[in-house]
């Protein structure tokens, strides 16, 4: 568990992104404050652009194990605002679809504002144009997709 130490704010950051990956999801808890709030402001239903709470955030994120054989979150630029305990990220996400090879890939911007050493507001900002492109859609009785590294169409996945 990362108290509030001697552990920087942009250490703490790199770890949060971390976790938010296949099987890491179990340590994302430690490194939230108890009354986190997720914004996704792009997100296309708004009832998924805020969550409360350590758990209901944990319990959206479930969907990453359930979707992905594999995801991580890179961050590339951190730019940290000591004075008022907060990190913009920027950052890639790259991740594999399970059964069938399909990709996922998007680019961020986040602020993450830390209490007491632990993330108390996680705001994302994502493409939301690479969310259709990326996800599975039902095509007649067959699983279809986009390769977003390559912008290619992928064949019909059974």
Known sequence: MIGSGSISNIER????????SVGGLSDLGDLCHNDVVMELP??????????????????????????FDSFAIVPHELYEA???GTVIVEATSFGQYKGG????????????HFENGKV?????????LLIPLSVSRISGNRLCAKDTRQNKDLKPVA
């Open 120 to 128: 108390a507001l996680w705001r994302e900002f994502f493409n939301p």
């Open 82 to 84: 000591p004075s008022r």
């Open 42 to 67: 792009f997100a296309s239903d708004p009832s998924q652009q805020k969550t409360v709470g350590k758990q209901a955030c944990l319990e959206k994120l479930a969907y990453v194990s359930e979707a």
């Open 101 to 112: 090879g399909r990709f996922y890939q998007n680019r961020y911007v986040m602020v993450l």
């Open 13 to 20: 950051a790199k770890r949060f992104l971390s976790c938010i």
